[in-house]
């Protein structure tokens, strides 16, 4: 990781892995790096079904199948696809998926509401 004050350049294979709701992710970008956005790698399996009342998250899909439900639709997910999720869309995504996901503002998990 480097850090050189006005810039950040990290490498995801140097991160650390942690258990998110949605799967296991390396957080690349954080609010403890700025409250703007924050960018995640995330290996997703099966998730928890939730909403954001404030976030608006991207997800954009690296390599992988699955498929995501964002309120009564399914999509079906495949490498080069991109979602937009604004707050409020009831989501969950399952299959075998790696995705970039770009939160805006940054990732806060106060603001993750399950059903």
């Not at 924050?38 to 290996?43: D, E, F, G, I, P």
């Not at 009564?72 to 075998?96: F, K, S």
């Amino acid at each position: 990781m480097s850090h050189q004050g006005r810039y950040i350049v990290r490498k995801v294979s140097e991160l650390g892995e942690d258990r998110s709701t949605c799967g296991f992710r390396k957080r690349i970008i954080s609010s403890v790096d700025t409250p703007l956005n924050s960018v995640s790698y995330l290996h997703i399996t099966d998730s928890k079904g939730h909403y954001h009342k404030g976030i608006t998250e991207f997800y954009y899909v690296l390599s992988g199948r699955g498929n995501m439900e964002l309120d009564e639709d399914t999509v079906e997910l495949e490498e080069g696809i991109l979602i937009m999720i604004p707050p409020g869309v009831r989501h969950r995504a399952y299959g075998d998926i790696r995705t970039l996901v770009i939160c805006n503002p940054a990732f806060d998990p106060e603001d993750q509401f399950f059903d």
